[in-house]
């Protein structure tokens, strides 16, 4: 099950683990990323607190939790090379893994859809 959230992070549900990154839109309104700070594996995160940071050449940017979670991965990839967020936001530049601790959260985010109205497109 993919979901989104407003914050344009993308979450990926597979049994009690969600994959989360930065949408293909968040990555272009970004521009090309230079460095990732990721979570510690095993610490204890919220639902819209902030988890992650990335930054690019214009901007640094918060990636937020979007569910509350343990985490359980993080992508070492990204430490020394960022800028697969920006060749595959929704593969292999995905940031971290949470285990699910509530499932109802996951009704609070966001279908396809509804993300590609949010942000404009059809």
């Known amino acids: 099950m993919l979901k989104f959230t407003p914050d344009h ?25 230079v460095f990732v700070q990721l979570p510690k594996p095993g610490a204890m995160l919220q639902a819209g607190g902030a988890a992650a940071v990335v930054e690019s050449v214009k901007a640094a940017s918060d990636v937020y939790a979007p569910i509350n979670g343990e985490v359980l991965e993080v992508n070492q990839a990204l430490t020394e090379n960022p800028a697969l967020i920006n060749t595959e936001p929704m593969k ?10 509530d499932r109802s959260q996951l009704d609070k985010l966001m279908d396809e859809q ?3 109205s949010l942000i404009g497109e059809p």
Not at 23 to 29: K, P, S, V
Not at 92 to 101: A, D, I, N, Q
């Open 9 to 33: 992070e993308w979450v990926l549900i597979e049994n009690d683990s969600a994959t989360i990154g930065i949408t293909q839109h968040a990555q272009e309104q970004l521009g090309d990323l």
């Open 92 to 101: 292999g530049g995905w940031l971290f893994k949470l285990k699910v601790s």
């Open 114 to 116: 509804a993300y590609r």
